[in-house]
């Protein structure tokens, strides 16, 4: 979904802010919708860790084989040193929870487990205080700490403390801005929002409102009805002194390569996340992983019609723009490893094939078209499918909005089929199935219209132009 915007500046709603640039209406915004909206973020967008457990696994399988091989090249065998693992951007907790639960089955002789703390970082309140009473994590309070702060200023832990970095789908989240080159000249994309007119009557103290929605006060704007899905934002390019950007000289660089009048995100906070982890790093660290929808491809890069960004309820995500990053590393004199897909890093770590659902469903020879009603019953019936083979080691509750346009005899089919899910099944439509739960479940599927060969196929398959990525680096 992309940003609405005005084409008929005179034609315009009400206003309700000035032209700022993106990066600063994205700060802001994302306050707000944070504020309003946190104990619902499931029905807006789905992270790969807010209910699977598939990636907790991933990195903790990751990590006990990394730590396992440290210690091998170490003198002292009994080592008892602390080991912090921090994670950015914590969410509602599953991720940790799933990350010590397979850590601690993992380490047989506690040689590791027992030494680490985990650290969970969170910048909004609402989403930490989810994390804070996550049923599964209570079991490992003993070990885990809360942090209400931003990853680009954790001045309270100190240099080289850290072992192990997880920064998952933050980085699309961090203040961005968008850049291009036109006529010798750098400049950045500005937005102006406005309240589409068919809301205008919804909102008779209009300066009370805006100044509401100025000064971001919570209590005042809970009174009003939501409004975040209905801005819509105006365009402007302006130019702008590069002496502003932190790691100018890269970031000017960096767009050479890029064809004029192409935009391209800049994730500020990102690459200045990178600076942070560095120093935080232990000199033998594990190291950093960040996981994020972006490319690392510079043809991608500079095609114009790349989506930026999407809004979900109102919330900016930023594509990351992993090359970039790269090149702050570089002048940052971090080594990089591999940047590679999410699903690769998986997989690797898992040591079998995965794919998500929504994979498995873009496998399917002849998805249905139409009423979007149709495509909910195609994606419960997969579901169903799969969950013949797939049982989950936690209890989650799929969140799965039926179509308000289904007919009501369908809806009603809908609505049995979906209670009937199990609570050990598939989570969500983001979750991983390994290679045994799909050549499982394959009869069931093959009535769907699935085919063995396709499914194959897709574990095969080269990430998209923009995908889910793995950036990592280790200690320096």
């Not at 970031?251 to 990178?274: H, M, R, W």
Request: net charge negative; glycine share 6%.
């Amino acid at each position: 979904m992309s940003v609405p915007t005005a084409k008929d500046p005179d034609a315009l709603p009400q206003l309700v802010g000035d032209f700022q640039p993106v990066d600063a209406w994205q700060s802001h915004i994302n306050r707000l919708f944070y504020g309003l909206l946190g104990t619902r973020v499931r029905e807006f967008y789905q992270t790969f860790a807010a209910a699977d457990f598939r990636l907790g696994y991933a990195l903790a399988e990751d990590y006990w084989r990394q730590c396992a091989a440290r210690e091998k090249t170490k003198k002292d065998k009994t080592s008892s040193a602390p080991l912090i693992v921090m994670e950015w951007g914590a969410g509602n907790g599953n991720l940790a929870a799933c990350f010590l639960d397979r850590l601690q089955a993992l380490d047989k002789e506690q040689l590791i487990f027992p030494r680490v703390t985990y650290v969970c970082v969170e910048q909004e309140p609402v989403l930490l205080e989810q994390a804070k009473q996550n049923a599964d994590l209570a079991k490992h309070l003993d070990r885990v700490t809360f942090e209400c702060k931003a990853v680009e200023n954790l001045a309270s832990f100190g240099d080289g403390t850290v072992d192990r970095i997880i920064c998952n789908e933050l980085w699309s989240e961090l203040p961005t801005k968008l850049v291009l080159r036109k006529e010798g000249e750098i400049k950045e994309e500005q937005l102006r929002p406005n309240l589409n007119e068919k809301r205008l009557a919804e909102f008779p103290d209009w300066p009370k409102f805006v100044e509401a929605f100025d000064t971001g006060d919570l209590s005042a704007l809970q009174t009003y009805p939501a409004f975040l899905g209905d801005l819509v934002w105006e365009r402007e390019y302006q130019p702008v002194d590069a002496k502003t950007f932190p790691f100018r000289r890269t970031v000017t660089e960096f767009l050479k390569g890029i064809d004029e009048e192409v935009l391209v995100p800049y994730n500020v906070g990102a690459c200045q996340s990178l600076k942070e982890a560095q120093r935080l790093l232990a000199p033998d660290a594990i190291g950093f992983s960040s996981f994020d929808a972006g490319t690392a491809d510079p043809r991608v890069l500079n095609d114009p019609e790349k989506p930026c960004y999407t809004v979900q309820g109102g919330q900016f995500s930023f594509m990351v723009n992993f090359q970039l990053l790269q090149s702050v590393a570089m002048h940052l004199g971090i080594q990089t490893g591999l940047i590679e897909s999410q699903r690769d890093f998986v997989s690797r770590s898992l040591g079998t094939h995965v794919l998500s659902v929504m994979d498995l469903l873009a496998s399917h020879p002849y998805p249905p078209e139409g009423e979007p009603w149709k495509m909910d019953a195609f994606i419960l019936r997969t579901l169903e499918a799969v969950n013949q083979t797939y049982r989950s080691p936690y209890e989650r509750l799929i969140e799965f909005p039926i179509s308000e346009s289904t007919p009501p005899k369908e809806r009603a089919e809908l609505d049995a089929l979906l209670q009937a899910l199990p609570t050990h099944g598939v989570p969500d439509t983001i979750a991983y199935l390994t290679e045994t739960e799909l050549r499982a479940a394959m009869p069931a599927l093959e009535k769907l219209g699935y085919d063995l060969e396709e499914i194959k196929a897709m574990w095969q398959f080269p990430p998209q132009p923009v995908d889910y990525t793995h950036f990592s680096f280790g200690g320096q």
